[in-house]
């Protein structure tokens, strides 16, 4: 399969995303500037906004690249059903997009948040969540300033009955407990998807979880979001 | 002679983008709890930040002005609509 990987002014997650996706047989990434619409064409099969400061996070993290080029492709992909991931930076550009809904607003400690967490699984019916299982832990770092999700109270409940939370931060053991919460983030809410479930963002980093050696743990959580693109619903490699 | 323009006026307005009430502003809190409370300043309840946008814009009138703002804002959600107000308002005419 072949994934785009968008790149912005200000982008730096987007090599280490190039070479976590290297490392899955069956993947074949390409690094795709920002102004460049000519990857809406059907060529790829998935998505990625790797993480970073697009556009030095003016405005708000995520907004201005919400409205470059290469969103107004991603928007008419998403609507298509092609897998969207959107990581760090990247999640903030799918929320800033209206692609998912919320904001993610200035951390409640106001710190710049660099630190090895657990998430829960709490959705497997995404595109990178179908290689897994619902409750499984994963330990995945995060290092963002802007990561605490907010919605208003109605529209919350309405994605929780939805199953629209994807990843949430929770202790060793995956209970989602206010000590496990890095930023005040409403219902320690670490990864969405949209109604669908095509389109999913999250605040911490697969692609610095994807080798052994990176992880304090001694795991590549990561990967196995990464390598779900290519896991059917029904376990099956896909086609 | 920068603001003198032959298509209309030069006005300034202003946009405050600022958390809903009820969204927890960790800033304000901070100034008030770190800052402004413990200075002798006890009378202060309450201090939210926010984001402050000064625009310059040529119209016909102070009104055309602020409408062209107004859907400024909303046509580049220049604020999220899901967590922030954002309070447009005519501040002073910069030009002839």
Known sequence: ??????????????????????T?????????????????????????????????????AGA????SPAMSVVKRLAERGTPVLGVCNGFQI?????LLPGALLRNSTLKFVCEWTHVRVDSTRTPFTSGLRVGQVLA????????????????LARIEREGMVVFRYCDAAGRSTPGSNPTGTLHNIAGLRNKEGNVV???PHPERAAEALLSPFGGSDGSLVLSSLLVKASGAPRA | MAFITTKGRTFEVSVVISNKPGVREPEGETILHDLVAKSGFEQVES???????????????????????????NDLRIFNPAAHSCEVSLGRVVGR
């Open chain 1, 94 to 98: 799918l929320v800033e997009s209206g």
């Open chain 1, 64 to 67: 201005i690249a919400a409205s």
């Open chain 2, 47 to 73: 201090i939210r930040a926010g984001k402050h946008l000064r625009v310059t814009v040529v119209a016909a009138d102070p009104q055309a002005a602020k409408r062209m703002v107004e859907k400024m804002c």
């Open chain 1, 140 to 155: 995945l770092p995060i290092a963002h300033g802007e990561g605490r999700f907010y919605l208003q109270p109605a529209e």
């Open chain 1, 201 to 203: 963002g999250l605040m």
């Open chain 1, 1 to 22: 399969m072949r994934v785009a990987v968008i790149r912005f002014p200000g982008s730096n997650c987007d090599l280490d995303m190039m070479a976590a996706l290297n």
């Open chain 1, 24 to 60: 899955i047989k069956g993947i074949e990434p390409s690094l795709i500037w920002h102004e460049d619409g000519s990857f809406g064409e059907g060529r790829y099969g998935a998505i990625v906004l790797p993480g970073g400061f697009s556009f030095a996070d003016r405005l708000r």
